[in-house]
T-cell receptor, first 111, second 111 residues
């Protein structure tokens, strides 16, 4: 049982490029979340989804776009990457908002 | 002032000690309280969650919530070197999904 997988695990890109981070869960949990983790800021919620086709903004949504056409997938797109978006990105899924199970993370470097 | 305050440590204890990890919060609307463990370069792992004031026990871990003081704690009994990690508290507002994480406390358990 793989749980949550994230791809790629590591990504280097340049300023201005579009980047999509993938998140896939094998459980079919209703709730999915995207976070970024930075030194000095900890984990901050970018977007969340309560079900397929239902998404909403979190604490730091600017510069990011999400979609959820299928329950098991929740991709995060950086429309035009900036250096400030260099971070570790975590996807999570759960049966409720209080039971969030995290993936292994994607380390993104924007040059 | 941050909504959730957590001492970053590091906290160093000998093997077998009882560890106390704490968070304070300012918003009385927080209803859900969670504790995560994060090993270096891994995703956070959900340890425990609770809704109400009082204690909740799971093996060597006990979560305590005091809503009147806006204070939560995680106790680890018989600590082991494998418990060495960063511990994150997290909270969610009533009726919402936005999860606010503490900065995390680094714990070292010496053999």
């Amino acid at each position: 049982d793989a749980g949550i997988t994230q791809s790629p695990r590591y990504k280097i890109t340049e300023t201005g490029r579009q980047v999509t981070l993938m998140c896939h869960q094998t459980w079919s949990h209703s709730y999915m979340f995207w976070y970024r983790q930075d030194l000095g800021h900890g984990l901050r919620l970018i977007y969340y989804s309560a079900a397929a086709d239902i998404t909403d903004k979190g604490e730091v949504p600017d510069g990011y776009v999400v979609s959820r056409s299928k329950t098991e997938n929740f991709p995060l797109t950086l429309e035009s990457a900036t250096r400030s978006q260099t971070s570790v990105y975590f996807c999570a899924a759960g049966t409720g908002k209080e039971t969030q199970y995290f993936g292994p993370g994607t380390r993104l470097l924007v040059l | 002032q941050k909504e959730v305050e957590q001492d970053p440590g590091p906290l160093s204890v000998p093997e077998g000690a009882i560890v106390s990890l704490n968070c304070t919060y300012s918003n009385s609307a927080f209803q859900y309280f969670m504790w995560y463990r994060q090993y270096s370069r891994k995703g956070p792992e959900l340890l425990m969650y609770t809704y109400s004031s009082g204690n909740k026990e799971d093996g060597r871990f006990t979560a305590q919530v005091d809503k009147s003081s806006k204070y939560i704690s995680l106790f680890i009994r018989d600590s082991q070197p494998s418990d060495s990690a960063t511990y994150l508290c997290a909270m969610i507002h009533t009726g919402g999904f936005k999860t606010i994480f503490g900065a995390g406390t680094r714990l070292f358990v010496k053999a």
